[in-house]
């Protein structure tokens, strides 16, 4: 998605930064600084998904006095050479590269708003000295190397900054991230959170500690960090309305894939059928969900909480099980059974496309309403569970065969 520009130094020199804008062409900035392995193509990655989330983003090659163009991997080798430019690196002259990236970055014709900085090991370091010294409005640090050295300047920190550490970090150990902690507690402007049972680099995908579940959370957390202070605020609640109207209402499949990033999935975690990119799902859309819905389906809305980058909507789901509906209920010839089911979808969304959808339901519930599992003997229930979703005042405790023995017990 992007290229590389030249950046004028402050001594009259030129340097390269990776530069990743928004599809919209404008929007506001992010200064994004690499680990000590140069720009490489997990740097470049991130700088993509940025400008997908809405970002005009700049990489700015941070070794260049040294030797231009680094781009290393995480082998043996690699990481060898790459500790030796970190030990030569001069953070003031750093610093005052950065300072020049953002100044490229605001006289940019695609840059609208304010600007952030975002860093990852070595980059999160520079991230907070940052926050720190430069004129940014809110900063990211990602499992940042040595900060402790720079404790002193953390009082000088007057934007809001957010701090991802890892739990099992050797980088920073426990002594050093509970200083810092402690001197963070005085700042109202910083945010941290510790990963436990993580090592550091647990966000970057090709490195032996990446972390999935950590990386997904501390994703979540920055871009809540940076919608907040810096935009674009996008209307999610519209979008999920749109794609649900072409999934349900008009049926509409050629509609529903724009409404997606370009590589979206989808997961029905029950039985696991979704699909992974644009052609997997797009497939699964026109042959296996949209038509396969029978004509009297209905979702009842229970509520909808509305994130910086998710929603998570809870509904009832109600049909009648006129044709083999592949998605929900595979393999199982229609019975003519009328079901309601309570749902949980939590969609994800890059900017102002969706990313994801995890939806989730009680299978058994479907399963006995259908009548193909008998409920006797098993801590099941069938459309008795939809009920209560939409009326909290009906029994409670009915599948408890020891429900009875607390009644009239001390509470």
Known sequence: MGTYIDIDS???????????????????????????????????AMADRFAE?????????????????????YDEADFHEALGYNERLDIDLC???????????????????????????????????????????CSVSYYGVGLDAYINEVPAIRCPVLFHFAGQDTFCPPVARDALLAVFATNPQIESHVYAGCDHAFATPDRAHFDKPAATMAYSRTVALLRGILGPIHDLNRLWEQHCSYEFATRDVDAILPTMVAEPYVNHVPTMTGGVGHDELKRFYRYHFVNANPEDTKLIPISRTIGADRIVDEFVFCATHDREIDWLLPGLEPTGKYFEVPMLAVVCFRGDKLYNEHIYWDQASVLVQIGVLDPTGFPVAGIQTAKKMVDETLPTNTLMRNWASSEGKPI
Request: a neutral charge; one cysteine or more.
């Open 95 to 137: 610093m005052r590269d950065i300072g020049s990236t953002l100044d490229a970055l605001r006289a940019s014709p695609m840059h609208a708003g304010k600007v952030g900085a975002i860093g990852y090991c070595l980059g999160g370091k520079l991230a907070m000295l940052a926050a720190a010294r430069l004129d940014i409005d």
């Open 10 to 44: 402050h001594d009259g020199k030129r340097f390269h930064a990776y530069h990743a804008a928004p599809a919209q062409g404008s929007g506001p900035g992010i200064v994004l600084l690499q680990e000590i392995f140069g720009i490489n193509g997990f740097m470049r």
């Open 53 to 73: 989330e809405g970002y005009v983003v700049l990489v700015p090659d941070l070794f260049w006095r040294m030797k231009p163009d680094i781009e290393l991997g």
